[in-house]
C-alpha cells in the first residue's frame, strides 16, 4: 500500500474518530438492536445466578438440590426470556428508560418467581424433594432484577450527564413555574429534546409547601418575593408557566414582571399524554400576544349551534378572509350537509381549498369564485345550491384605503350586502348572519359608514320580510365586534413584520386605544349570535378592557426579546384619514339588553322604514356609480346622520351640513 493512500486512511480514521463524531456515536448508542438488549440482560440473568450460588455454597448449602442442574438452569433463563417477550421489556430506549420500564422488569421477574415455585412446590409433592431452595430462587429473582434494572439506570443517567453538558453556554437557562405532575413533564420532556433548547435549573412553588426540598435533583424555590428576582438568585433568564392553577391574571402579572426586566417567558398547554416527550417539548413555546387578552374564553352553547347547522347547507362569503375561513373551520365541526365558501380572491381561497379538503369530514365542500357585487353571478349561486344559513363576511374593511376610494366601499359593504340579503329573501333562507363592526358606531370614517348602512339595510328588510311572511321570513342577524388579533392587515401582525425588520414600530397616536378578540372568539361569537338569534337583532360582545396600542407595541417589542426604544424605535406617525382615538360598541342613543350569554349583548338601534331606507341606499349605489366621492359621501351622511368625519377631506361636507 503506498504511503499517501496510507496517510490518507489514517486522516480519515482520525477524523471519524474525533470528538463530534464519538459524540455522535455515543449517542447512537441508545437505539441498540432488541437482540443486543436481550443479550445484556441474558449476561445480567446469568451473573446474578451465579452470585445467587455462590452465596449459598459460602454458607455451606446448595442453590440447587436436582442432580440435573444444567436443565434448571437452561429454564430458568427460557422462562425469563418468554416474560422478557410478554411484558416487552427489551422495548424502551435504553437511555429513556422510566418508570414504566421498571414496572415491566418487575412483573416479569415475579412471574417468573411465581412459576418456578409453583413448579417446586409439584416436585416436593409428586416426589418428596425440591428442585431448589426457595430462599435461593427469591434472592436470585431480587439480585436479578436489580442487576436488570441498575444497568438501565447507569446507561440513562450517563447519557443525562453527557448531554447536559454538552454546549451548555448555548442553553438557556430556565426554571419551570409549578411543581405538580404537569411540570414534571415539560422539565422530563425537555431534558431529551433535540436539539436542546433549555437548561432546567428548578422549580417555582408559588404555594410554599417544598422549601428546602428538591425535584428529579433540582432545588424548588419557595416564592416569597417577585419572580424576577427568585431567577436572577439562580441565574435564570426564562421561565416556562407549566403550573395548571394559573389563572389568566397571575399570568399576566407573571408576564408584566419578567417582560420588566427583559426576561423570556414560555407557556406550554395541558399535557395530555405524559409519556409522548417529543410533543411535549413541541407544544413549550413563547407566550404570545393573545395568551395575554384579559378575558376567559367564550363558553357556546354547541347544541343550538348544531341544531342550526347540523345537515345544513351553509353558504359563506369572503370565505377566503381571516375571519371567513375560520368560520368555515368552525362550522364544519357541526357536521353540516353541504358548505359553500365564496370569495372573488382567487388565490387565498385555493390555499383554503387545499386546507378544507385536508380535513376529514362527511360535509360536502363546494368552492365558488364570485364577487357579492354582482347580482346576477349570486343568483346563480343562491340559484344552484339553495342554503339555509348564510354568513356573510364578505366585506373592504381598510379605514383609510376606503377613506382614498369611497365608492368601493359602497360596492362591496353595501351594495354587496344588499344583492346577497335580497336573495336570500327571495330563496328563502333560514338565517342570515352579518359580520359588521365596532367603526359602524357613530363613524368617522367611510368605511364604518359604509357598515352602518348595510347593518341598517339587513334590519329594516328583516322588519319587512317578518310583516309579509311572517315566522317563515328569513331572520337577520348582526354581530360586531371590534379588532381582530391577527388578521389580514391587523396592527399586531404589522407590529411583527416591523420588529422583525428591525423597527421602527409605527402608531399613529400615543393615547389611542382599541378593544381586542382573537380570531376563534370573533368567529365563536359569529355563530353563537347565529343560533341564538330570533331576527333584527345587532349582537354586541364583551370585549373586555381596551388596550392601549403604545402599550401593545412595547409588549410585543418586549415578547420578541427587545428592549423599547433602545433596541426598537417606537414611532408615532399621526392619525390616518378617518381614524379615531377610540372605537364604540354602542350609539350615543342606544341602549344594550342581556342575553343567556353573559358576554355577548343585544344592541337596541332604532329600526328605519324599508321603503325609505331602500330608496336611498339605492340613490347611494348610484351615485357610487358615478363617482363622485363628494356627492356619495353627503348621501351617506344624510343616511347616517351621525357620521361624522374625522382627518378627512370629507370634514368639509360636516361644516357645510354645519351651516345650512
Known sequence: ???????????????????????????????????????????????????????????????????????????????????FWLFRTYSGIIRHSSNIDAVKLLFSQISVLVIFLIVNFFFEFAQGEKVFLNTALFINIVLSFCGLFLYRVIVKQTFELYFSEKKNTNLIRTVIYGTDANA??????????????????????????????????????????????????????????????????????????????????????????????????????????????????????????SKQLKDKVVLISGAAGSIGSEIVRQVLTFHPKKVIILDQAETPLHHLQLETDAISTDAKIRTVIADIRNREAMDVVFKTYKPHVVFHAAAYKHVPLMEDNPCQAIFTNVKGTKNLADLACAYNVKKFVMVSTDKAVNPSNVMGASKRIAEKYVQSLHLKNQQEKGEQATKFITTRFGNVLGSNGSVVPLFTKQIAAGGPVTITHKDIIRYFMTIPEACQLVLEAGAMGKGGEIYIFDMGKPVKIIDLARKMIKLAGFIPERDIKIQVVGLRPGEKLYEELLNDTSKSLPTYHSKIMIAQELQEEYE?????????????????????????????????????????????????
Open 612 to 660: 325609505t331606507l331602500h330608496q336611498d341606499v339605492s340613490d347611494l349605489i348610484h351615485i357610487a356609480e358615478g363617482y363622485t366621492n363628494d356627492a356619495m359621501v353627503a348621501q351617506m351622511k344624510k343616511i347616517v346622520p351621525e357620521f361624522k368625519s374625522m382627518n378627512s377631506t370629507f370634514e368639509t361636507l360636516d361644516a357645510v351640513e354645519l351651516h345650512s
Open 184 to 305: 414534571i413533564s415539560v422539565a422530563n420532556a425537555l431534558k431529551f429534546e433535540t436539539p436542546t433548547r433549555f437548561k432546567i435549573v428548578g422549580f417555582i412553588d408559588k404555594n410554599n409547601q417544598n422549601a428546602s426540598k428538591r425535584m428529579l435533583d433540582l432545588p424548588i424555590l419557595v416564592q416569597k418575593k417577585k419572580l424576577p428576582a427568585m431567577m436572577r438568585s439562580v441565574g435564570a433568564t426564562s421561565v416556562i408557566l407549566a403550573d395548571k392553577a394559573l389563572t389568566r391574571e397571575e399570568q399576566i402579572v407573571i408576564v408584566d414582571q419578567c417582560l420588566e426586566y427583559n426576561l423570556k417567558v414560555f407557556t406550554v398547554p395541558l399535557i395530555s399524554d405524559w409519556e409522548n416527550q417529543r410533543e411535549i417539548s413541541q407544544k413549550v413555546k413563547t407566550i404570545q400576544i393573545e395568551d395575554l387578552l384579559e378575558r376567559k374564553p367564550i363558553v357556546l352553547d354547541n347544541k343550538s349551534i
Open 1 to 83: 500500500m503506498s504511503r499517501p493512500l496510507t496517510k490518507k486512511i489514517a486522516a480519515l480514521f482520525t477524523e471519524y474518530y474525533s470528538n463530534l463524531n464519538l459524540r455522535l456515536n455515543i449517542h447512537n448508542l441508545g437505539y441498540l438492536p432488541r437482540w443486543i438488549i436481550v443479550s445484556i440482560d441474558l449476561v445480567v440473568l446469568v451473573l446474578s445466578f451465579f452470585f445467587t450460588y455462590l452465596i449459598f455454597k459460602g454458607t455451606g448449602l446448595d442453590y440447587v438440590i436436582t442432580s440435573h442442574s444444567g436443565w434448571y438452569f437452561a429454564s430458568l433463563l427460557l422462562c425469563n426470556i418468554f416474560f
